[in-house]
């Protein structure tokens, strides 16, 4: 008789450990987590790819439960409708002793006459139960294609020394046909960096980005530049010019975390 209470009491013993730990493992809400993002593309850059790091399985990664997906700026005067999308699995990562599943949202944005800028820009995903998430993506730009034939980008790299989630500096190796004046380059529709550099053939020319709260490595450039007393202006598609290759989500200063229970 004794044996067997002292048999229940490691068994109760046992059991209270396993309970406590699978309270430990699990997490106790469903969260997202979101880097803010500056994405800067053209008019004929159709897809954006958003990632969504979540911990726990949720409706939100299942395709065929959602009705619709907008990006907006935080007042919601500008808004654009996602035309279509895809969902794809990528790796786990680990933020705050949690694992996050990253799931890829590939975009296909309209087509834009004009050029289009959102500062603070959201993503809206609609459930088909009419539930409604909101989350903040980062910073949105789209150039308008702007085609010439006077100066051309050979070559061009870039570093992420300063801040490795970032861009900090882009050099470009720019031929032209005539004599020209770069004025500026922009990075965004809004934001560019003076240059005023005289190019005859072919030069390089480095550009300093300044310092932003965004995860920045890739981007579309438009040239501003003078030749003759006529200002002109040449936009270049995204290019990307490092990739990130880690296992956590550290970056505090561009991370969002929702709870989406």
Same mark, same amino acid.
């Given at each position: 008789m004794k044996k067997?209470?002292?048999?229940?009491?490691?068994?109760?013993?046992?059991?209270?450990?396993?309970v406590n730990i699978r309270a430990i493992e699990e997490p106790r809400s469903k969260k997202m987590l979101v880097q803010q993002t500056l994405y800067a593309i053209t008019t004929e850059d159709s897809q954006i790819q958003v990632p969504l790091y979540i911990n726990q399985k949720t409706v939100l990664t299942e395709k065929d439960a959602i009705e619709s997906i907008y990006i907006h700026s935080q007042d919601e005067s500008l808004?654009?409708?996602?035309?279509?999308?895809?969902?794809?699995? *990528? *790796?786990?990562?680990?933020?705050? +002793?949690?694992?996050?599943?990253?799931?890829?949202?590939?975009?296909?944005?309209?087509?834009?006459?004009?050029?289009?800028?959102?500062?603070?820009?959201?993503?809206t995903i609609t459930l088909k139960n009419e539930d409604r998430y909101t989350v903040s993506i980062g910073r949105l730009s789209i150039f308008h294609v702007v085609q010439d034939q006077n100066i051309d980008i050979l070559s061009q790299f870039g570093s992420n020394e300063t801040i490795d989630y970032r861009l900090s500096s882009v050099t470009l190796d720019i031929q032209t046909i005539e004599p020209i004046t770069i004025k500026a380059i922009f990075?965004?529709?809004?934001?560019?960096?003076?240059?005023?550099q005289t190019i005859t053939n072919r030069q390089e020319v480095t550009l300093m980005i300044p310092n932003d709260v965004f995860l920045y490595k890739e981007t579309a450039l438009k040239i501003q530049y003078e030749?003759? *007393?006529?200002?002109?202006?040449?936009?270049? +598609?995204?290019?990307?010019?490092?990739?990130?290759?880690t296992r956590t989500l550290d970056d505090e200063h561009i991370n969002r975390v929702y709870v989406i229970d």
């Open positions: 067997l209470g002292v048999f229940l009491v490691i068994t109760l013993i046992i059991g209270i450990i396993y808004k654009l409708k996602v035309s279509a999308f895809n969902i794809q699995l *990528g *790796g786990k990562k680990a933020y705050l +002793n949690e694992s996050y599943q990253t799931y890829f949202y590939q975009l296909t944005l309209p087509k834009l006459e004009m050029d289009l800028y959102m500062k603070a820009a959201q993503m990075y965004t529709v809004n934001q560019f960096i003076e240059v005023n030749m003759d *007393g006529i200002t002109y202006e040449k936009t270049f +598609n995204v290019f990307r010019y490092f990739d990130r290759i």
